[in-house]
């Protein structure tokens, strides 16, 4: 059984930074491609980054690249999302997600956090 909690979300002005914790439970972390999701009110859930179980290869959505870096921390069973530059586009709800594979849609993946919100303001 996979478990993830996230949080770290807040409110937060147009360039700061944040960064988002994802936290999952038992010792099969290091088996499971990790991804973070975004989805805005009235808006489809949107890829953002992943990252592979060893190769530890990374993804990220243009939107984000450049700004923010995803990583992981498999004696903490912890993924991290670091947000830097912050946009008011950037606005939404981050689900934290974990899965077989290291792809952008959300339907590879099994298990998915409560989400976070975070709001960027001018």
């Known amino acids: 059984q996979v478990q993830l909690v996230e949080f770290g979300g807040g409110l937060v002005q147009t360039g700061d930074s944040l960064r988002l914790s994802c936290v999952v439970s038992g010792r099969t972390f290091s088996n499971y491609a990790m991804a973070w999701f975004r989805q805005a009110p009235g808006k489809e859930r949107e890829f953002v980054a992943t990252i592979m179980q060893y190769v530890r290869s990374t993804g990220y959505a243009d939107s984000v690249k450049g700004r923010f870096t995803i990583s992981r921390d498999n004696a903490k069973n912890t993924v991290y999302l670091q947000m830097n530059s912050l946009k008011v586009e950037d606005t939404a709800t981050y689900f934290c997600?974990?899965?077989?594979?290291?792809?952008?849609?959300?339907?590879?993946?099994?298990?998915w956090g409560q989400g976070t919100q975070v709001t960027v303001s001018s």
């Open positions: 997600a974990a899965g077989a594979v290291a792809l952008v849609t959300p339907q590879a993946y099994n298990y």
